[in-house]
């Protein structure tokens, strides 16, 4: 079993940071793959970046290539997400999820992400 707590989401300004962070429960966090996501409102939920157990492999939607870096630290059992140049449609509810196989077993509860123009 995995909890996961999002922290960092906020009010910027478009062409602003910040720096999303998922604290992960557990002893066994380095054996899931981690991912980010996004619901904006009357949208469906869409994959943002997921990072291999290592760290090694990561993976990102064309929509933030180059603006947001994932990451993880496994001996602190935390994913981040950095995003850059931030846009008024990143604005959305930003959540972490982990998985060991093909689907994402475990979710947070969620970070708000809003960026004003």
């Known amino acids: 079993q995995v909890q996961l707590v999002e922290s960092g989401g906020g009010l910027v300004q478009a062409g602003g940071s910040l720096r999303l962070s998922c604290a992960a429960s557990?002893?066994?966090?380095?054996?899931?793959?981690m991912g980010w996501f996004r619901q904006a409102p009357g949208k469906e939920r869409e994959s943002v970046a997921r990072?291999?157990?290592?760290?090694?492999?990561?993976n990102y939607a064309d929509s933030v290539k180059g603006r947001f870096t994932i990451s993880r630290n496994n001996a602190k059992n935390t994913v981040y997400l950095q995003m850059n140049s931030l846009k008024p449609e990143d604005t959305a509810v930003y959540y972490c999820?982990?998985?060991?196989?093909?689907?994402?077993?475990?979710w947070g509860q969620g970070t708000q992400v809003t960026v004003s123009s």
């Open positions: 999820a982990a998985k060991q196989n093909l689907n994402w077993d475990y």
């Open positions: 990072i291999s157990w290592s760290g090694g492999s990561t």
């Open positions: 557990g002893r066994t966090f380095s054996r899931y793959i």
